[in-house]
């Protein structure tokens, strides 16, 4: 994995939206954030925070609080790691405590991919969707019952 170099000023833009989240995380009306930038690194404005202004104002932050959070990155859909037979198998645990048998989800499979004409034609990610849609019955079944 090649590591991605940024340019000077995405590094300062970078460290100056910390900053303002910062500002933000730690509740600071605009004066006293004003104050900290005085104090700590002898300026009004973020915007005249050199390299080492922006790292002082925001070891203070830290130091006052402030929690860095990750950034999210997008999470991509895994792989299933089931094979068809193993979720065939989730399937048929599923029917066993909803009390019924491989005709209800033959049904629920044509009713979620009416364009397949027979069941065993699913492929892994189809039949990961019926055994999904079982276990949100299944969910629906027990609040149901609870409630009652």
């Known amino acids: 994995m090649a590591a991605v170099k940024k340019s000077a000023q995405e590094i300062r833009n970078n460290e100056l939206a910390q900053i303002h989240i910062a500002r933000q995380q730690l509740g600071m009306d605009d004066d006293t954030y004003r104050n900290v930038l005085w104090t700590v690194a002898r300026v009004r404005s973020s915007r005249d925070l050199d390299w080492s ?51 209800y989800a033959y049904g629920v499979g044509r ?6 004409s027979r069941f065993e034609f699913l492929t892994p990610e189809q039949l990961g969707e ?14 149901k019952a609870e409630s009652a």
Do not use: Y
């Open 53 to 103: 202004g922006r790292k002082r104002v925001l070891d203070h932050m830290k130091a006052c609080g402030f929690k860095v959070r990750p950034k999210r990155l997008p999470t991509a859909h895994k792989p299933l790691a089931m094979t068809k037979e193993a979720i065939e198998a989730k399937i048929a645990l599923q029917l066993k405590e909803l009390g019924q048998n491989w005709p």
């Open 130 to 143: 019926v055994s999904s849609a079982l276990e949100r019955t299944i969910r629906f079944k027990r609040k």
């Open 111 to 116: 009713r979620i991919f009416p364009q397949v």
